[in-house]
C-alpha cells in the first residue's frame, strides 16, 4: 500500500470510528437495560418514585412460634471446659497464647490454635514448649482462658 493514501485511511477510520460511537451512545441514552424510557432523576432532598406503593403496604402482624414446635435452645453462656496440650508460642503484651491442644470434648478436636487470656498474667507462670492444663470459658463464641498451669512431670 502507498505510504500516501495510508495516512488519510487511518484519518477516515478514526473519524468513522468516533461518529459511530457518539450515534451509539446517543441512541442508547435515557433507555433502562429493558428498553423502557428511564424516569426523570430525583434532585437532592427529594425521594425517587417507587413502582410499589408503599403506603398501601400493612407491617406483619407480630409472628410467633407455632402451637407444638419445639422451643430453640437458650443460648450457652459461660461454658467451661478444661483441655490439655503444649504451648508453642506467647505474646504477653497482647493477652495471647498459641496451643497445640488435645481433643476437648464435647468442643473441638485437637488443632493447633491462639487464645486470649482473661488475665495477662496467666502467660508469666508458662513458657513456650511447656505441657499445660487450662480452662477455657466460652461466652457465646466469645472464647477466653482463665486457668494456665504446667502439668507436673510434663505428663
Known sequence: MNSSLSRPVVVLLTWLTSVLLATFSVSCGGRTPEGQTAGPTPQPGQAAASPVPWKTIEPPAQVGIPA???????????????????????????????????????????MRMIWRVKEKALLKSVSAGDKVRFKVVDNNGSEFVTELAKTPNGG
Do not use: C, Q
Not at 483441655?83 to 481433643?103: K, M, P, Q, S, T
Open 68 to 110: 407444638g414446635s419445639p422451643k430453640p435452645p437458650e443460648p450457652a453462656v459461660n461454658r467451661t471446659y478444661s483441655g490439655v496440650g503444649v504451648i508453642r508460642a506467647i505474646n504477653l503484651d497482647e493477652g495471647w497464647f498459641e496451643i497445640d491442644h488435645e481433643d476437648i470434648e464435647g468442643v473441638m478436636p485437637a
